[in-house]
């Protein structure tokens, strides 16, 4: 594997409307309580997955949800994106905990997110 390999998807990212319908909803889905509940994001971590529900779509304005791919060098795995044609959407930023994302857009606009654990 190359620094800049992809580890998989393991965190999906959904824009929600109302926090508290959605977390109810979520949590009958995946059979188990949130880890993070807060008024800004509702956490789930459930068979090796991270599932987060992000009220108003967050300060990236998602109006769709957003897989992550998680990757060992999400600055190299831009660059590798970005020549291959895709365009940034959201640069590399620390989001707390050490965690990095970014998101690009490909040429059929489909949003893909990069996630690091630093």
């Known amino acids: 594997m190359t620094a800049s390999s992809a580890q998989g998807i393991k ?3 959904h ?3 109302d926090l508290s319908k959605a977390k109810a909803v979520y949590t009958a889905l995946l059979g188990v309580q949130p880890q993070t509940d807060a008024s800004y994001y509702v956490g789930f971590d459930v068979a090796g997955q991270h599932i987060g529900l992000v009220p ?3 300060p990236q304005g998602m ?3 957003v897989a992550y791919w998680h990757v060992e060098d999400i600055e ?3 660059a590798e ?4 044609g895709a365009t940034v959407q959201e640069p590399a930023h620390e989001v707390g905990g050490g965690r990095v994302t970014a ?3 490909d040429p059929d606009g489909n949003v893909l ?3 690091q654990d630093q």
């Open 76 to 78: 190299a795995k831009l």
């Open 81 to 84: 994106l970005t020549a291959a």
């Open 11 to 13: 965190t999906v990212l």
């Open 63 to 65: 109006t769709a949800p």
């Open 113 to 115: 997110g990069l996630l």
């Open 56 to 58: 108003g779509g967050g």
């Open 103 to 105: 998101t690009v857009i």
């Open 15 to 17: 824009p929600v409307s």
